[in-house]
């Protein structure tokens, strides 16, 4: 029992951290970046740059932060941008973008599947047996990054004029916030953090071209029922990861690999809002 | 409510995802297809099938390499009764509508004499209605959950009653296991290969603990691995997708901190070695290997790296009886006088061919008796044989053909 009280924290949590950056730009673009599957994978590459650069392990963290961060901010001004008045077109061109990337990675890294130095390996006794080390440090990772998220949100001026973005752009508008610097800032800011739990999976996964493109489903329900609140992108995670992993546990992991996408839409139905409180 | 119709439109643009793979597919056969003029009718054609895309793209490189090297060399030595071989290279995308275009083109528009390929069981299986119907002689070189039975077909390589005996009697035998744990991705031959260790196991004494499937696709093994820990088995037996399933599979297992015996039915060498520390100590059952002590295999290690240099794909047990297979279709060719179909079907189980695994000939019931190696990964990534097995018996796989 403590043990799947804990498969369930570390799920949700890095549950959280691949979806938190989908979340962000949704918010603020009202559009979803299908690219952040891509974005997933160029932060697991990031970790292999790293690795095969012998640097330490740990510098995959800021390093994949970065080059999401910049690429993310070249995307949102070169193909997003021009598409502001076209929500539709700019979701084909992340999809686009998506496949793209996907096959740059390709040519220069090949199909092959590849590997990450992990900067922590190995178990520890826990309860009555023991636990992956790794995925209570990525848990403690998901944590970090919810929090100073949370931050920037609700006690910067950033994270205001975003929110004010966020509630009514137009009017953000006529209150003088630019709202083109916000969505600049809040698409980079997504594509950062994807490339950064891209990062922080890649020790529990593989690194290969598609390693997002799993990923990229379960992050996208979650955003759906999350709307763009952190605080329900949270609960989306415990409760549709939690009850995953119980449908794998108890059922099979066949079902379980349903039952986000299943959840989700079922939820939806019963409550358009989501997970949303108010 | 405002947000159903872009939801609907969103999951539109997911179902979108076949149909990019079927045109990159389509765009690869196209590429492929014009690299190889169509020469005159003085060539013997080979028709090559194979996942250039998809869930065998990594293995696929080194099976097309491994059948140039064998028409180089044959067609170097004066051909085939004269004639020159020539490949007829199509991507199967890895899967059944690919394979179904793949088989379509290469039968009915190529017009190759035979097909020699390894595939996944999906394409294999929607292949074989093709060949039925074009009457064109398919050599598999894939290892497979076994049973697969056709007029047409023949198969050089392992099937599970052949590759799982080695691994199992050895954990009960020298290790003294006694409880298993099977673990495979939901597939054909995740399920076939498990079906099969599950009752092997049981018919020796040894007890199941669980029997666990995860999605094709499944990153995430937790719920699995939490199971296997509170089971506690002797021994764990694992045969999920190659690649990426079966590398995060066994990096999970091992940060979760569980060391227990752990036979592998679906891990190369390659992979095996790129894995490092975390693969350490797994053992695994093959055909192929390339540490096999031969002379036929240096001979053999010796072309590839000479043709292929730095762009060598290593050989491994899905690429060598590719090799092998051409050598096959060469002796029977020779021994019929021509390329008829039936009489080719008539005489590949009489043909052999001493190749890097020794002598292969397709002689019980359209499958062939091998010698299987057990191997362990050493920490260098390096794959020691710990024993051979001469001429396994695959056993009853397709008892109304002879």
Same mark, same amino acid.
């Given at each position: 029992m403590q043990v799947l009280i804990l498969d369930i924290v570390t799920t949700a949590a890095i549950l959280f951290a691949v979806s938190c950056g989908l979340l962000i730009s949704f918010g603020v673009l *009202?559009? &979803? @970046?299908?690219?952040h599957g891509a974005f997933l994978t160029i932060g697991g590459y990031s970790a292999l740059v790293v690795t095969q650069m012998g640097w #330490?392990?740990?510098l995959a963290y800021p390093f994949s932060l970065l080059v999401g961060l910049v690429l993310g901010a070249a995307v949102e001004r070169f193909i997003v941008k021009p598409l502001y008045d076209r929500p539709l077109d700019a979701i084909l061109a992340t999809w686009g973008l998506g496949i793209v990337i996907s096959q740059v990675i390709t040519i220069v890294f090949g199909r092959g599947v590849q590997f990450v130095q992990s900067p922590v390996t190995g178990a520890v006794e826990l309860f009555d047996g023991s636990y992956s080390v790794y995925r209570l440090a990525a848990t403690g990772g998901a944590v970090i990054i919810g929090g100073l998220l949370a931050l920037l949100m609700h006690r910067t001026r950033l994270g205001l004029n975003a929110r004010a973005v966020i509630m009514n752009e137009n009017l953000a508008q006529a209150l003088g916030i630019n709202s083109s610097s916000v969505r600049l800032i809040a698409f980079g800011l997504g594509a950062g953090l994807a490339s950064l739990a891209g990062a922080i999976i890649t020790p529990l996964s593989s690194v290969d071209p598609n390693m997002g493109v799993p990923w990229l489903v379960n992050a996208f329900m979650l955003v759906l029922v999350a709307g763009s609140s952190l605080l329900a992108l949270l609960i989306g995670s415990v409760v549709l990861g939690g009850l995953q992993l119980v449908i794998s546990t108890y059922g099979s992991p066949i079902l379980g690999g349903l039952t986000i996408a299943v959840a989700a839409a079922l939820l939806l139905r019963i409550r358009p809002k989501g997970f949303v409180l108010d | 409510m405002s947000r159903s119709r872009p939801e609907a439109s969103l999951r539109g643009r997911l179902a979108a995802i076949p149909s990019r793979r079927a045109f990159l597919g389509a765009a690869m056969v196209l590429a492929s297809a014009v690299s190889l003029p169509a020469q005159a009718q003085e060539t013997i054609k080979i028709g090559v099938p194979v996942g250039l895309s998809g869930a065998n793209s990594v293995v696929a490189p080194s099976v097309v390499q491994s059948a140039e090297l064998a028409v180089e060399e044959i067609n170097a030595a004066g051909g085939v009764l004269g004639k020159k071989l020539e490949l007829v290279v199509a991507d199967d995308g890895s899967g059944a509508a690919g394979a179904q275009k793949a088989f379509d083109q290469l039968v009915f528009? #190529? *017009?190759?004499n035979v097909l020699i390929s390894m595939e996944t069981s999906a394409a294999r299986n929607a292949g074989l209605p093709i060949v039925s119907r074009g009457k064109v002689p398919f050599i598999y070189t894939s290892f497979y959950e076994g049973r697969s039975c056709n007029k047409y077909l023949y198969v050089d390589a392992w099937v599970p009653d052949q590759q799982v005996a080695p691994i199992v009697d050895h954990f009960m035998d *020298? @290790?003294?296991?006694k409880t298993f744990f099977l673990v495979g991705s939901d597939y054909a031959f995740g399920r076939g290969m498990l079906e099969f260790s599950r009752k092997y196991i049981e018919s020796r004494g040894g007890k199941i603990l669980g029997e666990e499937y995860a999605p094709m696709d499944a990153t995430d093994w937790t719920p699995i691995i939490s199971k296997i820990r509170s089971a506690n088995p002797d021994a764990l037996i694992t045969s999920t997708a190659g690649g990426a399933p079966n590398v995060t599979l066994t990096k999970q297992l091992r940060a979760a901190g569980i060391d227990k015996l752990y036979g592998n039915l679906a891990v190369d060498e390659g992979t095996a070695k790129s894995m490092g520390a975390d693969a350490t100590g797994i053992y695994i059952s093959a055909?192929?290997?390339?540490? &096999? #002590?031969s002379a036929e295999n240096k001979t053999f290690l010796a072309a590839m790296g000479k043709k292929f240099g730095s762009g060598l794909k290593t050989p491994n047990d899905l690429s060598v009886p590719q090799y092998e297979a051409v050598y096959l279709y060469k002796a029977a060719v020779e021994k019929v006088g021509g390329t008829d179909a039936e009489k080719i079907i008539d005489v590949l189980d009489d043909v052999s061919f001493k190749g890097p695994r020794g002598v292969i000939q397709m002689s019980k019931q359209r499958h062939a008796p091998l010698t299987m190696y057990l191997g362990q990964v050493k920490p260098d990534g390096s794959v020691e044989v710990i024993a051979s097995f001469a001429d396994v018996d695959p056993g009853d796989q397709c008892p109304n053909l002879k």
């Open positions: *009202k559009i &979803i @970046n299908f690219a #330490d392990p740990l | 528009r #190529d *017009k190759v *020298k @290790n003294s296991a055909s192929y290997l390339t540490s &096999i #002590d």
